[in-house]
């Protein structure tokens, strides 16, 4: 498996549970980010690691969104007590390198996402 | 933040006709991506092309970046190119590490 992968690919969670999404990158893939898609949008940020760095986390919507990446590998997205305007894609991307410095990035690969509907 | 915009907002071909799909940006950029996204949510990528021309098959991209605008080409459409195209922008300057702002995409249909 070259890609990046995650899983579930589905989840159904009950409003007020708990949901925890993992995102395994590209083997050694410095940067990671996740994005929210919701029905009928594009994707959006949500936050952003480079190795075990969170950088930014400035499109995390509330206090009950949490990511990790403990080693620089593999990142977990936590939401606690979810609200029915969770329900979306979520999508994991890994770039090979660091922004270079002249500012440039590399192309990003996203993984298949993780659809998450709270009833 | 930066604005992204797409257009046409939905495209019916038959097979085998050509298309341009564009997209606008408000800002200079660092990082311009083209993406298919399939009938099953994976986003593909098509072409990286901050600036330039690239081409890839029956595909093609072009970035004017001095004019904030990139096209994408697709030749002798077929009925495996429906899907969702979207054009991701990371502007340049600042701390944005990459981060991309998408455009709401182009809903592709091919007909047989």
């Known amino acids: 498996g070259a890609g990046v992968s995650q899983s579930p690919r589905y989840k159904v969670a009950k409003r007020g549970q708990d949901v925890a999404l993992r995102c395994d990158p590209i083997?050694?893939?410095?940067?990671l980010f996740w994005y929210q898609q919701a029905l009928g949008q594009g994707p959006e940020f949500l936050t952003y690691?480079?190795?075990?760095?969170?950088?930014?986390k400035s499109g995390l919507p509330s206090d009950r969104f949490f990511a990790e990446r403990p080693e620089g590998s593999v990142s977990t997205l936590k939401i606690q007590r979810t609200q029915q305007e969770d329900s979306a894609v979520y999508l994991c991307?890994?770039?090979?390198?660091?922004?270079?410095?002249?500012?440039?990035?590399?192309?990003?690969?996203f993984g298949p996402g993780t659809r998450l509907t709270v009833l | 933040g930066i604005q992204v915009e797409q257009s046409p907002p939905d495209l019916i071909l038959q097979e085998g006709a050509n298309s341009t799909l564009r997209c606008n940006f408000s800002?200079?950029?660092?990082?311009l991506q083209w993406f298919h996204q399939n009938p099953w949510g994976q986003l593909i990528n098509l072409f990286y092309?901050?600036?330039g021309t690239k081409q890839n098959g029956r595909l093609s991209a072009t970035t004017v970046a001095t004019e904030r605008y990139s096209l994408l080409y697709i030749s002798s459409s077929q009925t495996t190119d429906s899907g969702v195209y979207f054009c991701?922008?990371?502007?340049?300057?600042?701390?944005?590490?990459?981060?991309?702002?998408f455009g709401q995409g182009t809903i592709l249909t091919v007909h047989p």
């Open positions: 991307a890994t770039v090979q390198r660091k922004p270079f410095a002249s500012g440039r990035t590399d192309t990003q690969y």
């Open positions: 083997s050694g893939h410095v940067s």
């Open positions: 690691f480079q190795n075990e760095a969170q950088l930014d």
């Open positions: 800002d200079s950029v660092n990082n």
């Open positions: 092309i901050p600036s």
């Open positions: 991701a922008v990371e502007r340049s300057g600042g701390t944005s590490y990459g981060k991309l702002t």
